[in-house]
Nanobody, 127 residues
Framework: QVQLVESGGGLVQAGGSLRLSCAAS????????MAWFRQAPGKEREFAAA????????YYADSVKGRFTISRDNAKNTVYLQMNSLKPDDTAVYYC????????????????????WGQGTQVTVSS
C-alpha cells in the first residue's frame, strides 16, 4: 500500500503561481510512476502531468504544457507540480497518483494505469 497526501492548493489570481506537493509513504517511492490528474466541477477527471521513476522522463497534457512542471525528490518521497501562468480553466481538484508500472508498459494519461490516489487538493483561479 502507498498513502498519498497532497498539499499546496488554494486560491490564486489568474496569472499567478502555485506549487502542489504530494507526500508518499508506505512503499519504496522510487519504484512508482507518479502523476497529477485534475477534475473540474461538472467534468471528468483528466490527466495533467506524469513523471517516471527516476524523474528523467516527464509527460504533460497539451493544456498545461509550458506552464506546469512536474518533479520529484525520491529522497523526500515527494512529487511536486509547479503551476505558473494559471488560468481560471485550471480551477479543479488536483489528485496525486502512483503506479507500480513503468512508463514503457502503461499509458500515462489513463487513470486506469494508476493504483493509488490521494484525496485531492483544491485549486481555484480567479479571473
Amino acid at each position: 500500500q502507498v498513502q498519498l497526501v497532497e498539499s499546496g492548493g488554494g486560491l490564486v489570481q489568474a496569472g499567478g503561481s502555485l506549487r502542489l506537493s504530494c507526500a508518499a509513504s508506505g512503499r519504496t517511492f522510487s519504484n512508482y510512476l507518479m502523476a497529477w490528474f485534475r477534475q473540474a466541477p461538472g467534468k471528468e477527471r483528466e490527466f495533467a502531468a506524469a513523471i517516471s521513476f527516476s524523474g528523467g522522463n516527464t509527460y504533460y497534457a497539451d493544456s498545461v504544457k509550458g506552464r506546469f512542471t512536474i518533479s520529484r525528490d525520491n529522497a523526500k518521497n515527494t512529487v511536486y507540480l509547479q503551476m505558473n501562468s494559471l488560468k481560471p480553466d485550471d480551477t479543479a481538484v488536483y489528485y496525486c497518483t502512483a503506479s507500480r508500472y513503468s512508463v514503457v508498459t502503461v499509458y500515462v494519461a489513463d487513470e486506469e494505469s494508476y493504483d493509488y490516489w490521494g484525496q485531492g487538493t483544491q485549486v481555484t483561479v480567479s479571473s
